[in-house]
């Protein structure tokens, strides 16, 4: 019988070439816009702060919706990583929000941005699937993360974003991983139904 660890491994490094074959700049705008367009028509939305994240290499960029949100009076966030083995915090951000290098030379807002909980979270991914179980950088920052506010009663609508060529027929997961509610790329959003 196969490790999940091993068939994880291997689905990431397949998955992270896949997605780094994503380069042309004018169709990964093209790709922000339209999943932009997509949540704001197709995806109900529960009132309260939106988290998602400073793209990092060929991730898909969100700060288009984010930018969006904090154009229209609502608070964005963008996540702060800690030690491993801890959940993301969230920090709110704007166009003025100073900015820092923080874990993994991932860009996020400093210590003078106030702390948030987002009932929305942006959640990054290397592969997914139609059931709802996305594949990520193996750390467990966002299944920590999903688990804790959900653990808390809030309410919490994870929606996975990426570009279609990003979806497989099956992702390895475990009884630790925690499901997204919708996903949304470049060409559809779906609910996940569970």
Do not use: N
Not at 83 to 110: Q, V, Y
Request: aromatic share 8%.
């Amino acid at each position: 019988m196969t490790d999940p660890r091993e068939a994880k491994a291997a689905a990431r490094l397949r998955a992270r070439a896949l997605r780094d074959t994503v380069t042309d700049p004018d169709a990964c705008g093209r790709a922000a816009h339209a999943i932009r367009d997509r949540i704001l028509a197709e995806v109900p939305l529960p009132d309260g702060p939106v988290a998602g994240y400073w793209p990092l290499g060929s991730e898909l960029d969100v700060r288009p919706l984010l930018l969006h949100f904090s154009g229209q009076g609502r608070t964005a966030a963008l996540p702060v990583a800690g030690p491993r083995g801890e959940p993301l915090r969230f920090r709110a951000w704007t166009l003025d929000t100073r900015l820092r290098e923080g874990r993994f030379g991932i860009t996020e807002p400093d210590e003078t941005a106030p702390w948030v909980v987002p009932v929305v979270l942006l959640v990054p991914l290397l592969a997914f699937d139609r059931g709802g179980h996305r594949l990520g950088y193996g750390a467990g920052y966002y299944d920590r993360t999903l688990e804790g506010l959900r653990a808390g009663g809030g309410p919490v609508l994870a929606v996975g974003v990426g570009f279609a060529a990003q979806e497989v027929e099956a992702v390895p997961h475990g009884p630790h991983d925690q499901p997204l509610d919708w996903i949304v790329t470049e060409r559809f959003s779906m609910k996940v139904e569970r």
